[in-house]
C-alpha cells in the first residue's frame, strides 16, 4: 500500500466523526509522534472499502492501485448524517 492510499485513509476515516476532536487526538491511534502512520491489523475486515483508483502511468506520482477505508464509527456516522439529512427534504 502506498502513502497516499494510507493518507487518503486517514483523511476518509477521520473526516466529519472526528472533527470536534483535536488534530492529535482524531489521529493518535495510528499516527505515531513521528508521523509514521500504521494501521490496524485488521483493518480490511473491520473497515469498510469505500473506493479504488489506478495511477496506471508508471512515470505518474502516486503510481499504482489506491484503495480507501473507513473506520467503523465514521461510516455510521456519515450514514447517519446523510440519511438523516435525505429524510428531512
Known amino acids: 500500500m502506498t502513502i497516499l492510499s494510507v493518507l487518503l485513509i486517514v483523511l476518509a476515516a477521520s473526516s466529519g466523526v ?6 492529535s487526538a482524531a489521529f493518535s491511534n495510528i499516527v505515531d509522534h513521528t508521523g509514521t502512520i500504521s494501521l490496524p491489523q485488521n483493518y ?5 472499502h469505500i473506493g479504488s483508483w489506478l495511477v ?25 448524517k446523510s440519511t ?6
Open 18 to 23: 472526528h472533527a470536534m476532536e483535536p488534530e
Open 44 to 48: 480490511r475486515n473491520q473497515w469498510s
Open 56 to 80: 496506471a502511468d508508471p512515470k505518474a506520482p502516486g503510481y499504482g492501485f489506491h484503495d480507501v477505508y473507513m473506520q467503523p464509527d465514521a461510516c455510521s456516522e456519515y450514514y447517519r
Open 84 to 89: 438523516s439529512s435525505r429524510m428531512a427534504q
